[in-house]
T-cell receptor, first 110, second 114 residues
Framework: TQLLEQSPQFLSIQEGENLTVYCNSS?????LQWYRQEPGEGPVLLVT?????EVKKLKRLTFQFGDARKDSSLHITAAQPGDTGLYLC??????????FGTGTKLQVIP | DAGVIQSPRHEVTEMGQEVTLRCKPI?????LFWYRQTMMRGLELLIY????????DSGMPEDRFSAKMPNASFSTLKIQPSEPRDSAVYFC????????????FGEGSWLTVV
């Protein structure tokens, strides 16, 4: 079983603060995705990173894929209440098997 | 374009009853995934199909769970008999070429077994 551990599990911060979420595994993935899930809905894709060391930016969100393609990070600059949600990383392995991480629940307080 | 459609949206059933969850993937998508989400275990992959063929069912908890995909536009996940520990949100998702591209999730089927 390919396990993806995310840290922290929970995060409650004030609006305007910065934060980083980590996704770690002992397995190598062909690509890694980040999703955000809001209550009562399914996860929605934010980004896919493919190349080791790759960095992608989506407005205030910065995603990085580790050089060895085993880990990833998500950095949010100047968090807004609209960023509140459950953030999930997902590793794509053999035969397109997609395994999700343990999740990070983020609350941004106005 | 319609997204992934799941039914029922909510179900409450008694222990021992059969539960059938249904999914219609996005037209043209050739991968279909069934996930289960709980507070304790997060989002777990149960089984996934490629072109209607099961590729990996190693996440199916036990023999009480079964999944079928009789055609490209329909899949079912069945639990028989159901138990309280099966209470969870069950998500169906589809993808055009598998994990490399976006996986589109349905809104989930919220199952409570009492």
């Amino acid at each position: 079983t390919q396990l993806l551990e995310q840290s922290p599990q929970f995060l409650s911060i004030q609006e305007g603060e910065n934060l980083t979420v980590y996704c770690n595994s002992s397995s190598v993935f062909s690509s890694l995705q980040w999703y955000r899930q809001e209550p009562g809905e399914g996860p929605v894709l934010l980004v896919t990173v493919v190349t080791g060391g790759e960095v992608k930016k989506l407005k205030r969100l910065t995603f990085q894929f580790g050089d060895a393609r085993k880990d990833s990070s998500l950095h949010i600059t100047a968090a807004q209440p609209g960023d509140t949600g459950l953030y999930l990383c997902a590793g794509v392995g053999g035969y397109q098997k997609v395994t999700f991480g343990t999740g990070t629940k983020l609350q941004v307080i106005p | 374009d319609a997204g992934v459609i799941q039914s029922p949206r909510h179900e409450v059933t008694e222990m021992g009853q059969e539960v059938t969850l249904r999914c219609k993937p996005i037209s043209g998508h050739d991968y279909l995934f069934w996930y289960r989400q709980t507070m304790m275990r997060g989002l777990e992959l149960l089984i996934y199909f490629n072109n209607n063929v099961p590729i990996d069912d190693s996440g199916m908890p036990e023999d009480r769970f079964s999944a079928k995909m009789p055609n490209a536009s329909f899949s079912t996940l069945k639990i028989q008999p159901s138990e309280p520990r099966d209470s969870a949100v069950y998500f169906c998702a589809s993808s055009p070429t598998g994990g490399g591209n976006t996986i589109y999730f349905g809104e989930g089927s919220w199952l409570t077994v009492v």
